[in-house]
T-cell receptor, first 113, second 112 residues
């Protein structure tokens, strides 16, 4: 089935050690999003790509970066993870012509030790 | 800026009882409204969405929601809940070209 796949499902990283989370899609959607969801909170948008155009939310820390090498893949890089970055990270996609239809991946739960 | 308010952070309800989860939005322009469900350690699953047309929207798992423009509400309802409905429920909105914005969520706990 066409879908959004996030790897890994669970990631443990050390304080300050760079970590990369991966998202791939087989839907050929133009737009890809990264949301951060901390425990018992709502998902919060970090940034999104409209094709290759990068759109950063104003309050996203500089510690968070993203790359989209092609339509299918998008990566979230955390340059120096802190304990406060422990969260579920959700990737989503949508079509430009149908921005109202988002497809979410299963998420990656990041633990910082 | 677009915002969504979920009035109840937690809703306990007995099995087979009806439930309503409340959601209000703020926008002066046309909106698209959504309800998502999230089970522990999982991603978000779309329950239903309102784009246009009929204000009563039916979704999966027996849920429905009613769009009320005058009250800027989009409450989620189910006439009879099951233990398996225990989860976190998020109301969300898209307005114009802005990405999806979520409410803070309501934790539904179904009691046997």
């Amino acid at each position: 089935d066409a879908m959004v796949i996030q790897n890994p499902r669970y990631q443990v990283t050390q304080f300050g050690k760079p970590v990369t989370l991966s998202c791939s899609q087989t839907l050929n959607h133009n737009v890809m999003y990264w949301y951060q969801q901390k425990s018992s909170q709502a998902p919060k948008l970090l940034f999104h790509y409209y094709d290759k155009d990068f759109n950063n939310e104003a309050d996203t820390p500089d510690n968070f970066q993203s790359r989209r090498p092609n339509t299918s893949f998008c990566f979230l890089d955390i340059r120096s993870p802190g304990l406060g970055d422990a969260a579920m990270y959700l990737c989503a996609t949508s079509r430009v012509s149908g921005l109202v239809s988002y497809t979410f991946g299963s998420g990656t739960r990041l633990t910082v030790v | 800026a677009q915002s969504v308010t979920q009035l109840d952070s937690q809703v306990p309800v007995f099995e087979e009882a009806p439930v309503e989860l409340r959601c209000n939005y703020s926008s002066s322009v046309s909106v698209y409204l959504f309800w998502y469900v999230q089970y522990p350690n999982q991603g978000l699953q779309l329950l239903l969405k309102y784009l246009s047309g009929s204000t009563l929207v039916k979704g999966i798992n027996g849920f429905e929601a009613e769009f009320n423009k005058s009250q800027t509400s989009f409450h989620l309802r189910k006439p009879s809940v099951h233990i398996s409905d225990t989860a976190e429920y998020f109301c969300a909105v898209i307005s114009g070209n802005t990405p999806l914005v979520f409410g803070k969520g309501t934790r539904l706990s179904v009691i046997a």
